[in-house]
């Protein structure tokens, strides 16, 4: 968690290689959930919420260990993402991760 923060501050000078970055069958539009909350500028656990939901299409791995997300993103599906994105931050919400 501390390596998490530090990392988005800009603090930690060697960030640890991720799991992602070992992937070797990962299709050409599959991005992890960091990687498509940094895309559509939003909350990874948006994300989270929406896969639960259904509303997002991925798939679990394993690399080196760990699990790891993989979300179908082709344009037209982060395009589709980008406008659910919108009018979820348009309307009024009961909770934070809509």
């Known amino acids: ?3 998490t923060l530090l990392r988005r501050q800009g603090i930690l000078a060697f960030p640890r290689q991720s799991p992602a970055s070992r992937l070797e069958r990962r299709d ?7 990687e498509t ?3 559509l500028g939003m909350p ?5 919420c929406w896969m639960r939901r259904g509303l997002v299409s991925a798939r679990k791995v394993q690399v080196l260990g760990h699990s790891l997300w993989l979300i179908r993103a082709d ?3 982060l395009e589709r993402l980008r406008q659910r994105r919108e009018q ?7 909770h934070n991760a809509s």
């Open 44 to 48: 990874e656990t948006t994300l989270y």
């Open 1 to 3: 968690m501390v390596r």
């Open 37 to 39: 909350a940094a895309q």
């Open 88 to 94: 979820s931050a348009a309307r009024p919400s009961t």
């Open 28 to 34: 050409a539009t599959e991005l992890t959930i960091p």
């Open 75 to 77: 344009p037209t599906d």
